[in-house]
């Protein structure tokens, strides 16, 4: 049974450029969660979705970051301009609502120079 | 609000020492409680939960957290350390109520078990 996918596992971009990582939940699952985790910081709730429709966007930094989740089975959390602070590892996890396990994907590794 | 805090950032004991990794919650109404695990360059990987029940959870790999309400408290256990046990823990909370489902991540605590 596949897990959480995620992709690209990295990635190394330049200032400016616009960044879009992806997500594959868990087959089944109708919750999707981002986070990022740095080491200032630690581990930071972005976003969620329950059954494809945004909940929760309170973490999400500022304008420059947005997320897409056309179905239930891909999302997306895009940067647009990148900024070097940006730089993180950025975590997708699926649940199934009310079950509250959430599975983490193995993340996508940013850096912005 | 909801939060959870892990006081010690990291945590030492010697193989086939008992370990315990120590996190207390803040929640306005009963908790749903989680320890993950993660290990050198990958996502985290889920130990155990309390939901409710009994106070004793046990989990993956022998980890077993115990739930305390008076104390606030929901560390993570295990009676024998092993040096693969080594790596980041994370305790998480969530509230048991239907105004959303994610979680409050704690910030970490670094195990390592030294042979």
């Known amino acids: 049974d596949a897990g959480v996918i995620q992709s690209p596992r990295h990635e190394v971009t330049e200032m400016g450029q616009e960044v879009t990582l992806r997500c594959k939940p868990i087959s089944g699952h109708n919750s999707l969660f981002w986070y990022r985790q740095t080491m200032m910081r630690g581990l930071e709730l972005l976003i969620y979705f329950n059954n494809n429709v945004p909940i929760d966007d309170s973490g999400m930094p500022e304008d420059r970051f947005s997320a897409k989740m056309p179905n239930a089975s891909f999302s997306t959390l895009k940067i647009q301009p990148s900024e070097p602070r940006d730089s993180a590892v950025y975590f997708c996890?699926?649940?199934?609502?009310?079950?509250?396990?959430?599975?983490f994907g193995p993340g996508t590794r940013l850096l912005v120079l | 609000a909801q939060s959870v805090a892990q006081p010690e950032d990291q945590v030492n004991v010697a193989e086939g020492n008992p370990l315990t990794v120590k996190c207390t919650y803040s929640v306005s109404g009963n908790p749903y409680l989680f320890w993950y695990v993660q290990y050198p360059n990958r996502g985290l990987q889920f130990l155990l939960k309390y939901i409710t029940g009994d106070n004793l959870v046990k989990g993956s790999y022998g980890f077993e957290a115990e739930f305390n309400k008076s104390q606030t408290s929901f560390h993570l256990k295990k009676p024998s350390a092993l040096v693969s046990d080594s790596a980041l823990y994370f305790c998480a909370v969530r509230e048991n109520s239907n105004s959303g489902y994610a979680l409050n991540f704690g910030k970490g605590t670094s195990l390592l078990v030294t042979p």
């Open positions: 996890a699926s649940s199934l609502i009310r079950l509250e396990t959430q599975y």
